[in-house]
């Protein structure tokens, strides 16, 4: 089955830490650009970071510049998410894709399920 599966989300008060996960299982990550995406609840998707297929290419939204940084393993078939000084306000359901590149508009090949991050005390 091909598909991404998230992992690394939970509780953690303000200030705190999370990595999250996104491994593809059934198909090689090497091929893909891959865009974290989150969702709170009452508002709409927000991307968040996409790596491309070499590292070559980083951006993040300017909500958690300087806070996230995406990386790759392509070894491991696996991009991460290292999230610090998380705010109450990064509480979302984070959703990895996967794409051909991380230009605007390229469609999505493969969605993981979600994973939950709560930032609260």
């Known amino acids: 089955q091909l598909q991404l599966v998230e992992s690394g989300g939970g509780l953690v008060q303000p200030g705190g830490s999370l990595r999250l996960s996104c491994a593809a299982s059934?198909?090689?990550?090497?091929?893909?650009?891959i865009r974290w995406f989150r969702q709170a609840p009452g508002k709409e998707r927000e991307g968040v970071s996409c790596?491309?297929?070499?590292?070559?290419?980083?951006s993040y939204a300017d909500s958690v510049k300087g806070r996230f940084t995406i990386s790759r393993d392509n070894a491991k078939n696996t991009v991460y998410l290292q999230m610090n000084s998380l705010k109450p306000e990064d509480t979302a359901v984070y959703y990895c894709?996967?794409?051909?590149?991380?230009?605007?508009?390229?469609?999505?090949?493969?969605w993981g399920q979600g994973t939950q991050v709560t930032v609260s005390s």
């Open positions: 059934g198909f090689t990550l090497d091929d893909y650009a």
């Open positions: 894709a996967a794409s051909s590149s991380c230009r605007r508009g390229t469609p999505y090949d493969y």
């Open positions: 790596i491309s297929t070499s590292s070559g290419y980083i």
